[in-house]
């Protein structure tokens, strides 16, 4: 089996103080109740927060950190959150820039993910996820083979004899060079018995672009998390062939290996510190991404975003981190993309 190593993509009384106090606790205590019945004595964790997004907008990275905005706000583990997004070359344009610009701030978080370990490998960049703290891994994710809705590929038997004949005739699009969505086509195609060096990818800096090149018939085909491409399959604008998980995301979508493509990979998302936050510093923000975790709401979240719950905090996630650069560049090297 060809697998990737990965476990398994946001009123108003003026009478009083008292009064203009008392009705933000209540619609506090309504919003924690619609998400899940968190209590409205939730203790705020940080009262500011920093997203940085190293990706454009739509994509599964900006989808996790207004994921997380979303119940840590409404559930009172956060006072605010804004978020940057800096795109491009799978995250290798914005590390840079989160590690000298938020050095040693505490009140700073970056999504990041297996995504940026392969792109800062292929890249050859001078910046890695050696470089910045990391807090916890948050979530897992198959890949999905999507076409356009009215390609000829009907299933993924269609595309996979297309890719088979000459895979350099069949472009595909996806997030950034030497990432998940190359390295699951390059598995791919291994497995149809041709190099992975012939695959003819399309990067792209974020989910959103990559969405409209599919559906505008610039490439035949694309890859990304379930989460990116989900909306448009369901409206009928793109058609889904195929994950890579070992389970169905769908009950009519197969998975790669139940059309015999004997392929298992998947990406992971986390949440990484800058360089030189304090101990202590690190420790609270463990202890928020923690109790995020906890949360009724977030559990239902990943349920209806079908992303897979692979928490890990702290010094485990700080050893899975290591071993999956170790592991990503021998993947990387077999199939000639770094």
């Known amino acids: 089996m060809q697998s990737l190593m990965t476990p398994a993509s946001n009123g108003t009384s003026r009478a009083s103080a008292g009064r203009r106090s008392l009705l933000l606790a209540t619609a506090g205590l309504l919003g924690a109740a619609a998400l899940g019945g968190r209590s409205a004595r939730a203790e705020v964790i940080i009262q500011s927060l920093n997203m940085f997004i190293p990706a454009a907008p739509g994509g599964g990275w900006d989808g996790l950190g207004r ?9 009172g583990l956060v006072g605010s959150m804004q978020f940057e997004n800096v795109g491009g070359a799978g995250g290798m344009v914005g590390l840079p820039r989160f590690i000298s610009q ?46 356009p809705a009215d390609s000829s590929f009907k299933t993924m038997g269609d595309l996979a004899a297309a890719l088979k004949a000459d895979p350099r005739s069949v472009p595909v ?22 190099s992975a060096r012939e695959a003819n990818y399309v990067a792209f800096a974020g989910g959103g672009p990559a969405q409209a090149a599919i559906m505008g018939g610039q490439v035949k085909a694309g890859i990304a998390g379930w989460s990116e491409f989900s909306e448009q399959v ?15 995301i769908e009950p009519d979508l197969p998975t790669l290996k139940e059309g015999g493509i004997d392929v298992l990979a998947s990406n992971w998302r986390g949440v990484f510190a800058p360089p030189g936050v304090k101990p ?11 109790a995020l975790h906890a949360l009724p709401a977030w559990k239902e979240l990943l349920q209806t975003r079908a992303w897979d719950d692979d928490f890990l905090a702290g010094e485990g996630f700080d050893a899975y ?4 650069i170790t592991a990503t560049e ?9």
């Open 67 to 75: 994921a997380m905005e979303l119940v840590a706000r409404q559930n």
């Open 234 to 248: 369901k409206a009928g604008r793109l058609r889904a062939l195929a994950s890579s998980g070992e389970k169905r």
């Open 321 to 324: 981190v290591k071993s999956d």
């Open 102 to 147: 938020r050095k040693g701030r505490a009140d700073n978080l970056m999504i990041g993910g297996s995504v940026m370990v392969g792109a800062a490998l292929s890249n050859k960049s001078p910046y890695s996820l050696k470089d910045v703290v990391p807090v916890a891994r948050m979530t897992g994710e198959a890949g999905v083979i999507v076409v």
């Open 173 to 194: 699009a996806g997030g950034s060079a030497g990432g998940t969505d190359h390295i699951l086509l390059g598995l791919i195609i291994k497995q149809l018995g041709r």
């Open 330 to 338: 021998a993947v990387l090297k077999d199939l000639g993309l770094a």
């Open 280 to 290: 202590a510093d690190k420790e609270t923000l463990v202890k928020f991404v923690t």
